[in-house]
């Protein structure tokens, strides 16, 4: 049976602080239940007691590329109902 498509989470890069231009492309093609999932997920280990301050911008940067697709995708969303209730 083929994985199901909100179970598809692209890794972010290993590189500290940075984010993987092939990782923030995969992010460009979630859905929006995909991306608010990771964001969700990505907000817990934030706010987690046991993050390495080290880990704190790279995992803030990855929020904020699923916080962006979101927002893309409900922008595009509302583009249509717009073109299609004038």
């Known amino acids: 049976m083929a994985e199901s498509k909100s179970k598809r989470k692209p890794k972010a890069s290993a590189a500290p ?3 993987d231009p092939q990782w923030l492309q995969e992010v460009q093609q979630l859905s ?3 991306a608010q ?3 969700d997920l990505t907000l817990a280990q934030l706010q987690s007691s046991e993050l390495e301050v080290e ?3 790279g995992l803030y940067r990855r929020a904020e590329a699923y ?3 979101c927002q893309a995708v409900l922008e595009s ?3 249509e109902v717009i073109q299609w209730n004038p």
């Open 37 to 39: 999932g990771a964001l």
């Open 67 to 69: 916080a962006d697709r």
């Open 77 to 79: 969303v509302q583009q």
């Open 32 to 34: 929006y239940r995909e």
């Open 55 to 57: 880990d704190m911008a």
């Open 17 to 19: 602080g940075g984010l």
